[in-house]
Nanobody
Framework: QVQLVESGGGLVQAGGSLRLSCATS????????MGWFRQAPGKEREVVAR????????YYADSVKGRFTISRDNAKNTVYLQMNSLKPEDTAVYYC???????????WGQGTQVTVSS
């Protein structure tokens, strides 16, 4: 079983950047597909980006394509989300998650708040 801890959230002005990190432990990191999700107040949780075990396949939601980059370092057991050109509508709690099977995310972190001011 894998444990996930997110960090890197905070308050940033529109147009700014943040990098989220998700450190994992307890299992073989390279066995998991990883994803970043977010949930804004009053909205359902949505996928932001996903990355395959080896990092060679990525997916982005249309709303973040071209602005966010997901990456992973299997040697450091960590997945990252680089967020550039942030917009107020990016404000949400961001979660990382791990899955053994594609799109079946069984393990979740506690979340980190990202707030983008206009």
């Amino acid at each position: 079983q894998v444990q996930l801890v997110e960090s890197g959230g905070g308050l940033v002005q529109a147009g700014g950047s943040l990098r989220l990190s998700c450190a994992t432990s307890g299992s073989t990191f390279s066995s998991y597909n990883m994803g970043w999700f977010r949930q804004a107040p009053g909205k359902e949780r949505e996928v932001v980006a996903r990355i395959s075990r080896s990092g060679d396949v990525t997916y982005y939601a249309d709303s973040v394509k071209g602005r966010f980059t997901i990456s992973r370092d299997n040697a450091k057991n960590t997945v990252y989300l680089q967020m550039n050109s942030l917009k107020p509508e990016d404000t949400a709690v961001y979660y990382c998650a791990a899955s053994v099977f594609p799109n079946a995310y069984n393990y979740w972190g506690q979340g980190t708040q990202v707030t983008v001011s206009s």
